[in-house]
T-cell receptor, first 116, second 114 residues
Framework: DAGITQSPRHKVTETGTPVTLRCHQT?????MYWYRQDPGHGLRLIHYSYGVKDTDKGEVSDGYSVSRSKTEDFLLTLESATSSQTSVYFCAIRTEWDRGLNTEAFFGQGTRLTVV | GNSVTQMEGPVTLSEEAFLTINCTYT??????LFWYVQYPGEGLQLLLKATKADDKGSNKGFEATYRKETTSFHLEKGSVQVSDSAVYFC?????????????FGKGTKLSVIP
């Protein structure tokens, strides 16, 4: 599992409340990602990070923010949760070797978020 | 931008049947191609990969060949088992611009019945 832990694993929250999901890694990887998984859409990138305090948007970033204050933690925040953000959220890290010619992604176990 | 198209599911097969899940892609340059598998209630696991044209990835009896001429990476298995029931995702990691993310297809749910 490449030492990736997501917390919480399940959460139910009310519309309009802020929610923060945490991804923790133990192997000092530079790149970290947040995806959401929805039926009929596969996995879509929300935000990613390429280093401490270095983040960028993915294809479905509206309504989400991220922070990475240390290498091991990547936080995803829903500023004001909406029902459309009910989803399963996956964190991933990227490993590279052979000077970047080989790369793989490893995923956490996911966080199931329900916004009611 | 990069994109991945895989066959719609769900797919239901009898045990020991032959499996093909089609995957085609659009990308510039020389992407790396992957198949991930997701068992019920779990995260995604890398099943196999190929990093250049004509490479064949294989694992657990599954195979896929990187075909640049047809921009395809179809997943095959000669004899499926009930334990292969899962959702399968085709994905690519682009080269150059767009290489910052893994782009996924929408997934194909496979059910294998005894």
């Amino acid at each position: 599992d490449a030492g990736i832990t997501q917390s919480p694993r399940h959460k139910v929250t009310e519309t309009g409340t802020p929610v923060t999901l945490r991804c923790h890694q133990t192997e000092n990887h530079r790149y970290m990602y947040w995806y959401r998984q929805d039926p009929g859409h596969g996995l879509r990138l929300i935000h990613y990070s390429y280093g401490v305090k270095d983040t960028d948007k993915g294809e479905v970033s509206d309504g989400y923010s991220v922070s990475r204050s240390k290498t091991e933690d990547f936080l995803l925040t829903l500023e004001s949760a909406t029902s459309s953000q009910t989803s399963v959220y996956f964190c991933a890290i990227r490993t590279e070797w052979d000077r970047g010619l080989n790369t793989e992604a490893f995923f956490g176990q996911g966080t199931r978020l329900t916004v009611v | 931008g990069n994109s991945v198209t895989q066959m719609e599911g769900p797919v239901t097969l009898s045990e020991e049947a032959f499996l093909t899940i089609n995957c085609t892609y659009t990308a510039t340059g020389y992407p790396s191609l992957f198949w991930y598998v997701q068992y019920p209630g779990e995260g995604l696991q890398l099943l196999l990969k190929a990093t250049k044209a004509d490479d064949k990835g294989s694992n657990k009896g599954f195979e896929a060949t990187y075909r640049k001429e047809t921009t395809s990476f179809h997943l095959e298995k000669g004899s499926v088992q009930v334990s292969d029931s899962a959702v399968y995702f085709c994905a690519l990691w682009g080269s150059g611009a767009g290489s910052y993310q893994l782009t996924f297809g929408k997934g194909t749910k496979l059910s294998v019945i005894p």
